[in-house]
T-cell receptor, first 113, second 112 residues
Framework: NAGVTQTPKFRVLKTGQSMTLLCAQD?????MYWYRQDPGMGLRLIHY???????AKGEVPDGYNVSRLKKQNFLLGLESAAPSQTSVYFC????????????FGQGTRLTVV | LAKTTQPISMDSYEGQEVNITCSHN???????ITWYQQFPSQGPRFIIQ???TKVTNEVASLFIPADRKSSTLSLPRVSLSDTAVYYC?????????????FGAGTRLFVKA
């Protein structure tokens, strides 16, 4: 099992460009999450999904959109990238809610110039 | 939301027991406490989770007092490979949403 796989691992964007980060999990988990991690800080929840076709806002959702068209995939979109979105993005999945073990991907390092 | 506070960093030596305490004064009834370990350039990895009292697994113990306003992660006999950042997470499912709060993390440095 691959667990949680994030694509791409690195990306540099120009301000105003758009992109989509892909998260795929092969554990048949119901819940999926997108976090961002900035230097010296913990992870902050951007959006999450409690099942196929559902999405919800987390702590810092502004500037991001998500979709969960298939149970195994959770996409994070940046419509118009800003330097403030320079960060490391982590995807995670859990069988149910966060009261169970979360499995994280390796992260996507995004730089917006 | 329950905010968490952890020491920024800790040093230890190989073979010692390390205890990292997390403060979460405003923890809610629905909240569980979870600890994660993170190495550079990797995603966090689950260590242990608890609701109250004591939980033990093959790698760590988690102590939670009766008032649940703090928790202590105990790592027995640490090795150099335990050098990492440790995060305390308080979260749960609430009506109308889902909340998680990650602490800023404790950077543990294990010396030979």
């Amino acid at each position: 099992n691959a667990g949680v796989t994030q694509t791409p691992k690195f990306r540099v964007l120009k301000t105003g460009q758009s992109m989509t980060l892909l998260c795929a999990q092969d554990m048949n988990h119901e819940y999926m999450y997108w976090y961002r991690q900035d230097p010296g800080m913990g992870l902050r929840l951007i959006h999450y999904s409690v099942g196929e076709g559902t999405t919800a806002k987390g702590e810092v959702p502004d500037g991001y959109n998500v979709s969960r068209l298939k149970k195994q995939n959770f996409l994070l979109g940046l419509e118009s990238a800003a330097p403030s979105q320079t960060s490391v993005y982590f995807c995670a999945s859990t069988r149910t809610g966060m009261n169970t073990e979360a499995f994280f991907g390796q992260g996507t390092r995004l730089t917006v110039v | 939301l329950a905010k968490t506070t952890q020491p920024i960093s800790m040093d230890s030596y190989e073979g010692q027991e390390v205890n990292i305490t997390c403060s979460h004064n405003n923890i809610a009834t629905n909240d569980y406490i979870t600890w994660y370990q993170q190495f550079p350039s990797q995603g966090p990895r689950f260590i242990i989770q608890g609701y109250k009292t004591k939980v033990t697994n093959e790698v760590a113990s988690l102590f939670i007092p009766a008032d649940r306003k703090s928790s202590t992660l105990s790592l027995p006999r640490v090795s150099l490979s335990d050098t990492a950042v440790y995060y305390c997470l308080v979260g749960g499912v609430y009506t109308g949403g889902f909340k998680t709060i990650f602490g800023a993390g404790t950077r543990l440095f294990v010396k030979a």
